[in-house]
């Protein structure tokens, strides 16, 4: 499978795309390993609706829900839109509580990153379905520099709430999946307490000149406390196809380990987000 031309084209423009029940036939089992995972992860106190509750590396802790690396679908979005040697970039596993403001998950301009969105409950815009700017990952673009100084503003420029911005919601169906560019502006509004969600993170193959910038981005992972980018088991029980997709980071992630030891020194808990 690949996306379309036309898919392609709506997403570059956009910055985003919706794929309505392209998992429909798995939403059972993943939803069943997605709530089996909370309960087995070490350190982490059960969900109370009060904040959000994050498990990082969260594909990788079960060795079913690795396989959506292997999915066609889900190689078919990276490859067509990071390349077929596209990276993995890692996973998180979410019960959201309350809102999410509008934030862009990173600011990349040399390489393109995506995020693959997994809700597991129906929502729409008044129960926490993600909203999304579109044309916001344009960061060449003066729309795309306004939107950077001015998002987190909306009241005192515009009196208007972050729920307000004009913006896209993309309600969902558990069984579709939402992409969008990391460098996308999003945010949820209105949502419950318990919003089920997880990720998965995909970029482009880092040139050798540049691997100190794969490095920098691997760092961020140190606030989960966590000693390598990706669990034993996905390593261990990576075909060679799979390992195309683990093997950058694998050999870049070697100081993850003594970063993640000073942050827990310094942080009360692992990072929630
Ligand atoms: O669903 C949400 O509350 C926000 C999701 C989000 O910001 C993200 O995954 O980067």
Known sequence: MRLTEAQIDFFETFGFIKFPQLLADSVDWITDEFTKTFPDYEGIKPHDGTQRTCIA??????????????????????????????NYMGSDGNYYSGETGWHRDGYHHKYRHIKIAFYLDQLGGNSGALRVIPGSHRLDDQYGKDLTEKMRKSSELWGITGS?????????????LLVFDHNTFHAAFNGGPNRRMFTMNLCERYREEDLQELRDYISGAARFWIDRAFTDIMMNTASPSRMVHLEQVMANDGHLAELSARMRETMPEPARG
């Open 57 to 86: 590396r969260f594909i990788d802790q079960r060795e079913k829900m690795n396989t959506l690396l292997d999915d066609p679908r889900i190689k078919a979005i990276g490859q067509t839109l990071v390349g077929d040697d596209f």
């Open 164 to 176: 307000q911005v004009p913006s896209v919601t993309l309600d969902v169906t558990p069984g579709d």
